[in-house]
């Protein structure tokens, strides 16, 4: 699902709201979880899951069209861990 999609589907379940809160209300959440991980932050959502930001060490990586060998400096990476409730929906029969 894009985030065009996840807005209209929203609209379309609270038709008082007109579409352009709704976009407004996506965008904002999507902000705040981003500047949330940007500060070092974890952002938990109860029953979907949690991101957090992870530390990836510096290392010797390779080029794959000329295998040469390339220095990679460490960065941080989002990382998302699955809720409870979430996996459960997904390993659900029928």
């Given at each position: 699902?894009?985030?065009?999609?996840?807005?209209?589907?929203?609209?379309?379940?609270?038709?008082?709201?007109?579409?352009?809160?709704?976009?407004?209300?996506?965008?904002?959440?999507?902000?705040?979880?981003?500047?949330?991980?940007?500060?070092?932050?974890?952002?938990?959502?109860?029953?979907?899951?949690?991101?957090?930001?992870?530390?990836?060490?510096?290392?010797?990586?390779?080029?794959?069209?000329?295998?040469?060998?390339?220095?990679?400096?460490?960065?941080?990476?989002?990382?998302?861990?699955?809720?409870?409730?979430?996996?459960?929906?997904?390993?659900?029969v029928g």
């Amino acid at each position: 699902m894009t985030k065009s999609e996840l807005i209209a589907r929203l609209a379309e379940l609270n038709p008082h709201l007109y579409q352009r809160d709704v976009e407004r209300i996506v965008t904002t959440i999507f902000d705040e979880v981003g500047e949330a991980l940007a500060r070092g932050d974890r952002v938990e959502l109860r029953g979907f899951g949690a991101f957090s930001v992870k530390r990836r060490d510096a290392r010797q990586g390779r080029n794959p069209r000329t295998g040469q060998s390339v220095s990679v400096s460490s960065k941080f990476v989002p990382f998302f861990r699955t809720g409870k409730q979430l996996r459960e929906r997904l390993n659900t029969v029928g």
